[in-house]
């Protein structure tokens, strides 16, 4: 946005409402202001102006409340203003056509976010934040969302940078002063450093995977022999007749997927084809898709039919289940029948259930939130942060340039190398908060907003 612009937005979703929210940032907000409600004087920042929306036409459109934020003062940094009209969408329409004429832009997606970093009232970190608000879908991916913006991500890449920058102090007065009388060159400190330094990044990397499981959702694949239950559940979880549930084993050919809400979590779960030996045709393909689902999932129940035997499955799926992530479910115990299943998997938890009947779901779901609770503590428990993907992915960068110092150092190269691999770093973390000028990754970022955001 060129600093002239004068950008405007419906923020609230089109239809009809109580109220709308039509949203400007720009230059000419403030006159705008005194001039739409028919105001000789200027408005005072931050007071709610209730009164008639007076078109360049001078017809009244609608009356509205409107609020004036100074430079400075608001969302983007950039004189704003905000006018709440009935949430009709004739009178939306109407607004926005005059605000047009009297010269305003409409905004692209994300554009008032872009404007808040821009003028440095956020780092990327927080522009980020922002967007998973609103994309939020579970409780937990909401409760993470409202961390971010407290810039906690930003202060610890700060920290880490005056980490690095120290380091580099350290071993830069080699390189300035070589012929000075230095203590001899004694890496053995700075490359501690940054030995623990990558084993902090590299900590706070593995918590993409936290984030991953709350913004997608925890991808949780039913797997079983053939007809023990498993579209059965799925039907019970989802509260639908979802799945095809037949008596006929094979009844499943091909996975399927919903979306559940666990207490605060949003999960994936999948019914997937029974696993068993000597399939064929459509079936053995249905069973290659199951296995395939298994390769990118976060957690597996197990279903058992307790009336029978105990399963034989593939030796690659076992060795993806350990009790961390992955519950034993003994269906149909409804039937009353000694399990074999219970002997089946001692050390994973067992949960006794009738998917048909409802009984044991109550108890599985609890074991089931405790088993996400344990297998995601260590992921989200690097000082309470959470990175997404791209954050990683610009910390990856400064961890490899870090292990390339480290291993120059034990190489004994020259320090203006090991320095230029340290700068590569500072970069790499700097990235994280966006002190870069990548329009790409910008406009990628930032188309991702809602218009009005
Ligand atoms: N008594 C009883 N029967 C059940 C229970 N759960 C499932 N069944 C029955 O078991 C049969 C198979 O159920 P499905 O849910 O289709 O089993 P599946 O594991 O999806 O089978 P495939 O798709 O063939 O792999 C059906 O006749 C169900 O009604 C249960 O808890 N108790
Ligand atoms: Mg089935």
Excluded at 28 to 51: I, Q, T, V
Excluded at 272 to 290: N, V
Excluded at 394 to 409: C, E, G, P, Y
């Amino acid at each position: 946005m060129s600093a002239t612009d004068t950008i405007v937005a419906l923020s609230t979703p089109a239809g009809e409402s109580a109220v709308a929210l039509i949203r400007l940032s720009g230059p000419d907000c403030a006159d705008l202001g005194s001039s739409l409600l028919g105001k000789a004087e200027p408005l005072s920042p931050r007071h709610a102006y209730y009164g008639s929306y007076r078109a360049i036409s001078d017809k009244i459109i609608d009356s509205c409340v409107l609020t004036y934020f100074a430079e400075g003062h608001s969302f983007t940094g950039a004189p704003m203003l905000e006018i709440a009209p009935h949430g009709n969408p004739l009178v939306v329409q109407l607004i926005l056509e005059d605000l047009l004429s009297r010269g305003c832009r409409l905004a692209e997606p994300g554009e008032f976010t872009r404007t808040a970093f821009l003028n440095g009232r956020m780092d990327l970190t927080q522009a980020e934040a922002v967007a998973d608000l609103i994309h939020a879908r579970s409780e937990r991916s909401l409760e993470l969302a409202r961390r971010q913006p407290h810039g906690s991500v930003g202060r610890k890449m700060s920290a880490l940078t005056d980490q690095l920058l120290q380091i580099m102090a350290h071993l830069e007065a080699y390189i300035d002063f070589p012929e000075e009388d230095l203590p001899s060159e004694d890496q053995a400190g700075p490359a501690r450093d940054l030995r623990t330094l990558i084993e902090e990044l590299k900590a706070l990397m593995e918590t993409r995977h936290y984030a991953a499981l709350l913004h997608e959702g925890v991808k949780t694949l039913i797997v079983g022999e053939p007809n023990v239950g498993k579209s059965s559940l799925i039907n019970a979880l989802v509260g639908s007749e979802r799945a095809i549930v037949s008596d006929r084993p094979g009844t499943t050919r091909d996975y399927l997927s919903a979306f559940i809400m666990l207490g605060a979590w949003r999960i994936e779960i999948l019914d997937t084809a029974g696993l068993h030996e000597g399939a064929e045709d459509l079936e053995s393909i249905g069973i290659e898709r199951t296995m395939e689902q298994s390769e990118t999932a976060d957690c597996f129940l197990l279903v058992l039919d307790s009336t029978g035997h105990s399963p034989t499955l593939p030796e690659s799926l076992l060795q993806k289940m350990t009790p961390e992530n992955t519950l034993v479910l003994e269906n149909k115990i409804d039937l009353g029948v000694a399990s074999e299943g219970a002997a089946f998997l001692p050390k994973f938890r067992h949960c006794q259930i009738s998917a048909k009947h409802g009984s044991g779901l109550p108890e599985f779901k609890t074991a089931w939130t405790e088993l996400l609770e344990a297998h995601t503590a260590p992921l989200s428990a690097v000082d309470g942060l959470v990175l997404n993907a791209r954050h990683a992915a610009a910390l990856s960068v400064a961890t490899n340039a870090l292990q390339s110092a480290l291993d120059k150092m034990a190489a004994g190269e020259l320090s203006e190398l090991i320095a230029a691999d340290l700068r590569q770093a500072v970069e790499g973390i700097g990235d994280v908060v966006g002190r870069v000028d990548n329009e790409r990754m910008l406009d990628r970022l930032f188309k991702e907003f809602c218009i009005g955001k």
